[in-house]
C-alpha cells in the first residue's frame, strides 16, 4: 500500500501532515510526500519536511490514495496547481481514496469530483465560494465520507482523518 501526501512548498498546516503521516506509517503504509517542488518544504508551525518528489515527477498509477494538505500554503500553492489536480483527479477517477483537509478539499473540488457530493472544508468565504461554483455539497461536520473521497475540517480533526482513511483502505 502507497499513499501521496501532498503539501504546498512553506505554510502547510503541521499537524495535518505528520498526524496522518504517522498513524500510516504504524500500519506500515508506504508514505511518499510530493510538493510543486522537490526538497526542503516548510509548515506554518516550524515543521520542516523534504518532500521525495515535485508533482511532475508523481505517477498517479503508482499509488493507492493521496492525502492533500492544507494550511495557508495550500490556497496560495496547490489551490490551481494543474499537475496537482490532474494527479486527483486521475486518482479519484480511478476509485482510489482521495482525501483533502482544511483548505485542501477546494483541489479535489477543483479536480471535479465533488459535484453533488457532500464534502466538509475549512469554512472560509474563498472556500465556500469554489465548493458552491464546483456544485459540491458543504457539511459543516469533523469528517465527511462521500463514497471514496474523505474530506476533514481542520487540524483539530487530524486524529478522525487519519483514523477514518484508514478505515477505508482496510
Known amino acids: 500500500m502507497k499513499i501521496l501526501f501532498a503539501i504546498a512548498p512553506d505554510r502547510f498546516l503541521d499537524q495535518e501532515y505528520t498526524v496522518p503521516k504517522t498513524a500510516f506509517e504504524e500500519k506500515g503504509i508506504e508514505c511518499v510526500t510530493a510538493s510543486t517542488i522537490q526538497g526542503t518544504c516548510y509548515g506554518m508551525h516550524g515543521e520542516i519536511v523534504e518532500s ?50 482544511c483548505l485542501a478539499p477546494i483541489v479535489i473540488a477543483e479536480a471535479g469530483l465533488l459535484a453533488g457530493k457532500n464534502t466538509t472544508a475549512l469554512d472560509t468565504p474563498a472556500s465556500r465560494r469554489i465548493l458552491e461554483l464546483d456544485k459540491a455539497v458543504f457539511v459543516n461536520e469533523p469528517v465527511v465520507v462521500s463514497g471514496n473521497i474523505i474530506t476533514a475540517r481542520m487540524p483539530q480533526d487530524a486524529k478522525v482523518f487519519a483514523d477514518t482513511i484508514l478505515q477505508h483502505l482496510a
Open 52 to 101: 521525495d518528489l515535485s508533482f511532475d515527477d508523481v505517477n498517479p498509477a503508482d499509488y493507492d490514495g493521496i492525502v492533500i494538505i492544507g494550511g495557508i500554503g495550500c490556497q496560495d500553492y496547490l489551490w490551481r496547481c494543474e499537475k496537482l489536480i490532474d494527479i486527483t483527479n486521475a486518482l479519484g477517477t480511478a476509485g482510489k481514496i482521495t482525501a483533502g483537509i
